[in-house]
Nanobody, 125 residues
Framework: QVQLVESGGGSVQAGGSLRLSCVAS????????MGWFRQAPGKDREGVAF???????SYADSVKGRFTISQDNARNTLYLQMNSLKAEDSAMYYC???????????????????WGQGTQVTVSS
């Protein structure tokens, strides 16, 4: 059974940093498309960062140069390092994965069958 558990959210002042973690169980994360999404109240869900089955990364324009997605295969954990945080980065952040279909491209508009429960990030200006 695939399970994703996020952690690392919190409250931080603008300009600060946070690192989100997503511990996966039920499968191994290497060679799997995984990503981070976020959703703020009243707004659509937004794809933030993705890492493909061949370890290529991609980012939303709004976070390029500030956020970094990475994975630790030994810990079966996905990370999102967030630097230079802005008030507009405040949202619930979700980890998503699709271990069942590694041949499908890894991008924000594809479907992800597995989701975590989310971790809240609040950035005060």
């Amino acid at each position: 059974q695939v399970q994703l558990v996020e952690s690392g959210g919190g409250s931080v002042q603008a300009g600060g940093s946070l690192r989100l973690s997503c511990v996966a169980s039920g499968y191994t994360i290497w060679s799997v498309c995984m990503g981070w999404f976020r959703q703020a109240p009243g707004k659509d869900r937004e794809g933030v960062a993705f890492i493909s089955s061949d370890a290529r990364t991609s980012y939303a324009d709004s976070v390029k140069g500030r956020f970094t997605i990475s994975q630790d295969n030994a810990r079966n954990t996905l990370y999102l390092q967030m630097n230079s945080l802005k008030a507009e980065d405040s949202a619930m952040y979700y980890c998503a994965a699709d271990p069942q279909r590694p041949w499908i491209g890894c991008y924000s508009t594809r479907s992800f069958p597995n989701w975590g429960q989310g971790t809240q990030v609040t950035v005060s200006s």
